[in-house]
């Protein structure tokens, strides 16, 4: 389930994730909002035909995560990404205050879209950043649906995420020690 609320020219996508940390096979799960430049694409149709929106080019990453293995709620995992080169993030960057508060920090993100400070996103139009900003409150809520403690069993972290199964399987492929990944937790998103 992705949850997209988008001005004319920016998309936040939010959704429930799960992440295999690919240094130690840890596994990792929570809220990801991600921050997409919208696609200028053709008119179709008529006046009144439907349009294509399509979140295109990301430009920002936020990861409020769990690991599995943690007590729900601690966000022991919560990073972001500042930026996109492409279509991969930048390595992630921890932040204390994401940690111990990451729907205060993701709140405090959202309505500084478009301030230019170093942890935020560009390019954004001005009109694009403030409604962004306005919605920061929305975002937040939605947000809090996908929290790692929300998510009670394999079971239900699977419902979510049963769209990325070929990024979980990617995930296991570019393991560097395979053999400290716990295969029964990761079966869902692995069987044929």
């Known amino acids: 389930m992705i949850h997209m609320l988008t001005t004319a020219g920016a998309a936040l996508l939010v959704r429930h994730w799960f992440e295999i940390d690919l240094e130690d096979a840890s596994m990792e799960h929570g809220c990801r909002v991600e ?18 929106v399509a979140a295109d080019r990301p430009l920002w990453r936020a990861d409020p995560f769990d690991r599995l293995s943690d007590e729900p709620g601690t966000f022991a995992a919560a990073h972001f990404h500042p930026y996109f080169e492409g279509n991969e993030p930048c390595d992630r960057v921890w ?58 069993s394999q079971s239900e972290c699977y419902r979510l995420t049963r769209d990325a199964r070929q990024s979980v399987r990617l995930m296991v492929e570019y393991l560097q020690d395979p053999s400290r990944l716990d295969k029964d937790a990761v079966s869902l998103w692995t069987e044929e």
Do not use: I, N, Y
């Open 35 to 52: 921050l997409r430049e919208v696609a200028r694409v053709d008119h179709r149709g008529s006046e009144s035909a439907a349009q294509v």
């Open 95 to 152: 932040d204390d205050r994401l940690t111990a508060d990451p729907w205060g920090w993701l709140r405090e993100q959202v309505s500084r879209f478009g301030s230019g400070s170093a942890s935020q996103p560009a390019p954004l139009g001005p009109e694009d950043a403030a409604g962004l900003r306005a919605m920061a409150d929305e975002v937040v809520a939605v947000a809090q649906r996908f929290s790692p403690a929300r998510c009670a």
